[in-house]
């Protein structure tokens, strides 16, 4: 699965960004979704999973902040970032994988990422 994330970029603390990536897949609905984070410095982080039937979790600092959405025939998921914050700042990565027992499995596509940078 190839694919393509977009919308990153530099934003003020307190601003919004919405990133949006496209899959290459005609099986992007049987597919749980999720955006990940990778800090400078730091290892890659899960942010927010979707599930195929629209199942949401998110990691605890950006509960309330972030919001993750599908849309099945545009094979697009978003993610909807509000009040950002500087710890917010890496490149996000999405990823095509599946949830069993209440947990997220990554598979090997990643794309190549969008930088989001929070300053002033």
């Known amino acids: 699965v190839q694919l393509q994330a977009s919308g990153g970029g530099l934003v003020q603390p307190g601003g919004s960004l919405r990133l949006s990536c496209a899959a290459s897949t005609d099986l992007f609905s049987v597919y749980d979704l999720a955006w990940y984070r990778q800090a400078p410095g730091k290892q890659r982080e899960l942010v927010a999973t979707?599930?195929?039937?629209?199942?949401?979790n998110y990691l605890d600092s950006v509960t309330g902040r972030f919001i993750i959405s599908r849309d099945n025939a545009k094979k697009t998921v978003d993610l909807h970032m509000n009040s950002l914050k500087p710890e917010d700042t890496g490149v996000y990565y999405c990823?095509?994988?599946?949830?069993?027992?209440?947990?997220?499995?990554?598979?090997?596509?990643w794309g190549q990422g969008t930088l989001v940078t929070v300053s002033s």
């Open positions: 979707i599930a195929r039937r629209g199942g949401t």
């Open positions: 990823n095509t994988g599946q949830i069993s027992g209440g947990t997220y499995y990554s598979s090997d596509s």
